[in-house]
């Protein structure tokens, strides 16, 4: 029996989502009573007999204490029976993967994460996995993209970086009907906002590094699901190739979710006013925002995200010279990549996180080379429409 096994992510179900983060996997230390859960830095333990450990712990790559109460509260946010964590976002990309063989096939969103691009395509393409890039906001798209070797449906809403949404309930009847897994990278929304597992999908995946952390001091990800033989096959390959993080990171994490509604409430507050502010400014030729009216998914967002989170891009009139003009006069948006934290940031994702893909394909997908990017923070929100008015009148619009 696994730590996992002993502890049931389920007994705090019943609770609002406010409680369980900040509770769920969560018992005050019975040997101090210390209210926080403790660091466990160690990397081995004491066993009763060979083959008979203390507490059911061997080796810290397979299980850790802080570990395994980060693992339960994530799948209690989720609303999963277990959660998986990594090293980082793209060591969970790479587990998933892990499972699939040369010839398999796996249908992805065309509008993704850079880092993601290139893990699907630089890495496992050489291994035989076989990827189609589809738009996943059209249905129809993404059954055309289907073949009999499809596994796997893979997609980000809201994606990364122009916030499209995908109707993941649709998604799920397709991957279904097919035979094949649905796979919802959730780091944008957040379990707070939105919780796919709900809606159908097999598998949501998490950069810790970003919301759930919160505070740009921690980098991490995870894998959270339902099926006791996903968990098996997931967790074989966390065990056998690594990855995982320290008690450390795991801590960090931990600290983080539970002040993750308080956060998101206010970074979907700051998002939703600036992206009106650049709506309304001339200078200003779109702004992608799942909160907005005029965003394409605006009525798909009212029914599967309570708000529409705190990521906005918008492309402006001069094109890439103002756009990374603007980047770098901002004075509060700090210039740089990541996202999620308190901290707001800028950057302009054609040369920094989505330079991996080349610029043909991202122009094909929507992508232009002016796009701007902000992960708007939790500062008061008339410093940050000063900020970006400033950085505006600098780029010339």
Partial sequence: MTPQDKHSTQEQTSTRFETRAIHAGQKPDPVTGAVMTPVYMTSTYAQNAPGDPVGGYEYSRTHNPTRTALEENLASLEGGTFGLCFSSGLAATSALLGRFVPGDHIVAGNDLYGGTYRIFTQVYERYGIQFTFADTTDPDAVRAAMTDATRMIYVESPSNPLLRLTDIASMAEIAQGAGALLT??????????????????????????????????????????????????????????????GPLDSFLVLRGTKTLALRMERHCSNAIAIAQHLEAHPGVDRVHYPGLPSHPQYALCGQQMLHGGGMVSFELSGGVQAGETFASSTQIFTLAESLGGVESLVETPPSMTHASIPAEVRRAAGLEDGLVRLSVGVEHVDDLIADVDAALALAGA
């Fill in 184 to 245: 919802v990278d959730n780091t944008f929304a957040t379990p707070y906002l939105q919780t796919p597992l709900t809606l159908g999908a097999d598998i949501v995946l998490h950069s810790l590094t970003k919301y759930l952390g919160g505070h740009s001091d921690v980098v991490g990800g995870a894998l959270i699901g339902n099926s006791d033989d996903l968990r098996e096959e997931l967790a074989f390959y966390q065990n056998s190739c690594g990855g995982t993080p």
